[in-house]
């Protein structure tokens, strides 16, 4: 009897034995797992990673701004691009979204934070995700831009003068037209060289500064030099329809750019290098000047012969009548469109007249991708529905109504 008892005790703490070790597995099995899900989360929560485009794909991608990134995004230039956001995402380990639907307007200055969502789930299921947020800043850094129509400015004594006639445009990529700060001093009652200044600024304080030179000389025809020395060369670029006039140096040589010109050149315009003839105070030129008949029944002023029939004339006038202007063959300044001769403005005109005597030396040339050591001028423009759109603007003449 006693040894039955022991037996059913035994057999009862070794059911206990096995129920504690099962309890005891079960305990270490969840731990485990718990471990284990949690290491998987932890591991799939750093693995969440993005990369965004550097400063030379997002310039590269947006041409209507320009980039400069941050530790924590970037600023773009104000521009013209709307920029997805989403579209500054390179790669990335897992799935990004965007909080909200906001756009980058590089047009509306300003900061724009954008936060982006990192998630995806981790072998066991469970999703993981972070944020990100990126501040994008729209600035305006770019300063104003002053259009000026020459370098240089000829004036004859006694002509009235606007400092601003010379300016074709003074604008912001953000505050749109702006006005100039002018300083000049010109004088046009003596003959000297002066010089015009012009300041704009922005609403952001961004500037720029820029002057041009202005020449008041008097008025004269020119005349060969006795002693065979000229003091200019000139230089047609047929391709670029520019002229550049070269001073001689100390040397001789003609290297110093001193002057730019607008022009029209056509396709009998020849290339290689000619000099000047007949001097318009001729016999030759006299009982027409300043006016001087030209092929299709037009006329133009202040011919001076280079090669040939080959001239610097004005743009042709219908008749020999300063307010009777082919004012649409004005426009093509700066264009191919002349049957030879080289088209120039009538203020240039005057001074060809009176700086290219008999004998200048002029050399033709193409060069389409550079026009000259001083840029190509920008060519004042008529409005054909003007009423003053028959005289060239240019013109110095009192009667011209441009001048009024």
């Not at 037996?7 to 070794?14: E, L, N, P």
């Not at 000229?230 to 391709?239: E, F, G």
Request: with cysteine.
């Amino acid at each position: 009897m006693e040894r039955k008892k022991h037996s059913v005790y035994i057999a009862r703490r070794i059911v206990a034995l096995v129920i504690l070790l099962f309890m005891i597995g079960g305990i270490i099995t969840a731990v485990t797992g718990s471990v284990r899900r949690k290491r998987a989360n932890r591991e799939a929560e750093e693995s969440l990673s993005v990369s965004f485009l550097d400063e030379e794909q997002v310039n590269s991608r947006f041409k209507g701004t320009s980039f400069r990134s941050t530790q924590n995004g970037g600023s773009f230039e104000y521009g013209t691009e709307v920029i997805d956001p989403a579209a500054l995402v390179v790669s990335h380990t897992c799935n990004v979204s965007v909080d909200g639907d906001r756009k980058i307007d590089t047009s509306v200055s300003g900061d724009y934070e954008i936060t982006y969502r990192l998630y995806k789930t981790d072998r066991y299921g469970k999703e993981v995700s972070k944020e990100i947020t990126a501040v994008y800043t729209v600035t305006d850094t770019a300063p104003p831009d002053i259009r000026i129509a020459a370098p240089t400015v000829t004036l004859f004594t006694g002509e009235s003068f606007d400092p601003m006639s010379n300016v074709i445009s003074c604008t912001d990529p953000v505050d749109g037209e702006l006005s100039c700060k002018v300083e000049s001093n010109v004088d046009t009652s003596e003959e000297g060289s002066y010089t015009v200044k012009l300041t704009a600024a922005d609403k952001s304080g961004n500037e720029t500064v820029t002057s041009y030179a202005v020449d008041v000389e008097e008025f004269a025809l020119s005349e060969t030099p006795s002693d065979g020395v000229y003091t200019y060369a000139y230089k047609v670029n047929r391709a670029a329809n520019t002229v550049t006039v070269y001073k001689r140096d100390s040397n001789g040589e003609y290297t110093i750019p001193y002057k730019a010109m607008v022009c029209s050149t056509g396709d009998d315009t020849p290339v290689g290098t000619y000099y000047t003839y007949d001097d318009p105070s001729s016999s030759n030129w006299a009982p027409y000047y300043p006016w001087w008949p030209l092929y299709g029944d037009v006329y133009g002023m202040y011919a001076t012969g280079i090669v040939g029939s080959i001239l610097f004339h004005s743009v042709p006038y219908y008749s020999p009548d300063p307010g009777d202007l082919e004012y649409e063959e004005y426009n093509k300044l700066g264009t191919s469109a002349s049957a030879g001769c080289v088209r120039l403005s009538v203020r240039d005109m005057l001074w060809v007249v009176s700086h290219c005597p008999e004998g200048t030396m002029v050399t033709f040339y193409d060069d389409a991708d550079d026009p000259g050591p001083l840029g190509k001028p920008e060519p004042l423009r008529i409005d054909v529905s003007s009423p003053n759109r028959g005289w060239d603007p240019t013109d110095p003449d009192p009667d011209n109504p441009w001048n009024q």
